[in-house]
């Protein structure tokens, strides 16, 4: 099993910058993937960026450009660098960690808002 604790989230002005950080525990050495999910009122969850053990990365289209996934594998850690912050990137987001067997994993969620 694996813990996830995430950090940095907070309330920012349009066109401000981020950065959330999440600590993995536990069953270390299963976790392939870790990235972030985010979720805005009355919407679904839905993947924000991924990295692989190997560091390859995976951005959604909306934030394509402006965020950067990145994992210190020394400290089980995944960041996610956020710039040029927009009012709809306000949401909850959520560590996520997929094991080798396709087990994922979730933190608590960390709120981000951007105001306008």
């Known amino acids: 099993q694996v813990q996830l604790v995430e950090s940095g989230g907070g309330l920012v002005q349009a066109g401000g910058s981020l950065r959330l950080s999440c600590a993995a525990s536990?069953?270390?050495?299963?976790?392939?993937?870790m990235g972030w999910y985010r979720q805005a009122p009355g919407k679904q969850r839905e993947l924000v960026a991924a990295?692989?053990?190997?560091?390859?990365?995976n951005y959604a289209d909306s934030v394509q450009g402006r965020f950067t996934v990145s994992r210190d594998n020394a400290v089980n850690t995944v960041y996610l660098q956020m710039n040029s912050l927009k009012p709809e990137d306000t949401g909850v987001y959520y560590c996520?960690?997929?094991?080798?067997?396709?087990?994922?994993?979730w933190g608590q969620g960390t709120q981000v808002t951007v105001s306008s």
């Open positions: 996520n960690a997929v094991s080798s067997t396709l087990l994922h994993s």
């Open positions: 990295i692989t053990k190997g560091g390859v990365t």
């Open positions: 536990g069953n270390i050495f299963s976790i392939k993937t």
